[in-house]
């Protein structure tokens, strides 16, 4: 289970991340989704990365105190 927990990690950063610069992008007229630019000839692989995103988001939220105990075995 502790490596579903770093994999959704890894997901919800790689949208924030996608996000901030989409968002920083348009600022400055420009088009920063590195998702799309990655995967723009797989559009269908892309949706699913973004649809495993957004499913990494919610696990999250419903499951953050379980997985913080497994963060910091100690319980702290």
Known sequence: MKSMHYVMHL???VGGLNW???????????????VHMILSS????????????GLSALMMVFSMKKDCRECNPSGM
Do not use: C, Q, S
């Open 11 to 13: 997901l919800v950063i």
């Open 42 to 53: 797989w559009p269908t692989v892309e949706w699913v990365v973004y649809v495993l995103v």
């Open 20 to 34: 901030g610069l989409v968002g920083l992008g348009k600022f400055m007229d420009a088009d920063w989704n590195v």
